[in-house]
T-cell receptor, first 112, second 115 residues
Framework: GENVEQHPSTLSVQEGDSAVIKCTYSDSASNYFPWYKQELGKRPQLIIDIRSNVGEKKDQRIAVTLNKTAKHFSLHITETQPEDSAVYFCAANSGGSYIPTFGRGTSLIVHP | EPEVTQTPSHQVTQMGQEVILRCVPISNHLYFYWYRQILGQKVEFLVSFYNNEISEKSEIFDDQFSVERPDGSNFTLKIRSTKLEDSAMYFC?????????????FGPGTRLLVL
């Protein structure tokens, strides 16, 4: 089955800095890569996703890049704000299954 | 914007008791899911459901778990005889399409505590 590794587990930045969270996956047939933001005690919310036929996708301050050859994908947040503080989960849909395998999460802390 | 809803928000039960967690998926969605998240850990897939039957299930989803869509709106997860290790947040999710690219929308979760 799919295995998703996520780093770092904790990321602390100053307001206005950029934050990058990286994930790797094992199944080369995976074709859908969502990112979820989970605030403390709340539901995971999809913030951006990318499909395997695209290398990069951007939505305002958030961008995701995908390197299919290396089986890496990353979340980039620019101009971070305190309200960006949350746990971010990457996920990958294993080929032949539409069930996402989640990474272990990155706790992002943005200091004002 | 339509959202997945779940009840109850919190449930405390004694070990060995049965619990039923309820979810109302987004109305035009056809695929339904249950996930579990133990405190401080990642989200883990339990089961997916489509066309009134289980599509996929993980090894966590053993014989003590069952799912049902008793009517046109509710989707339930039953834990027959709860164990201490079943204490977790349980999320329901739904999606519109499948095929490796669908977006899943999560409910607010039910926090289950087994004593």
């Amino acid at each position: 089955g799919e295995n998703v590794e996520q780093h770092p587990s904790t990321l602390s930045v100053q307001e206005g800095d950029s934050a990058v969270i990286k994930c790797t996956y094992s199944d080369s047939a995976s074709n859908y890569f969502p990112w979820y933001k989970q605030e403390l005690g709340k539901r995971p919310q999809l913030i951006i996703d990318i499909r395997s036929n695209v290398g990069e996708k951007k939505d305002q301050r958030i961008a995701v890049t995908l390197n299919k050859t290396a089986k890496h994908f990353s979340l980039h947040i620019t101009e971070t704000q305190p309200e960006d503080s949350a746990v971010y989960f990457c996920a990958a849909n294993s080929g032949g299954s539409y069930i996402p395998t989640f990474g272990r999460g990155t706790s992002l802390i943005v200091h004002p | 914007e339509p959202e997945v809803t779940q009840t109850p928000s919190h449930q405390v039960t004694q070990m060995g008791q049965e619990v039923i967690l309820r979810c109302v998926p987004i109305s035009n969605h056809l695929y339904f899911y249950w996930y579990r998240q133990i405190l401080g850990q990642k989200v883990e897939f339990l089961v997916s459901f489509y066309n009134n039957e289980i599509s996929e299930k993980s090894e966590i989803f053993d014989d003590q778990f069952s799912v049902e869509r008793p009517d046109g709106s509710n989707f339930t997860l039953k834990i027959r005889s709860t164990k201490l290790e079943d204490s977790a947040m349980y999320f329901c999710a739904s999606s519109e399409v499948t095929g490796g690219g669908e977006t899943q929308y999560f409910g607010p979760g039910t926090r289950l505590l087994v004593l």
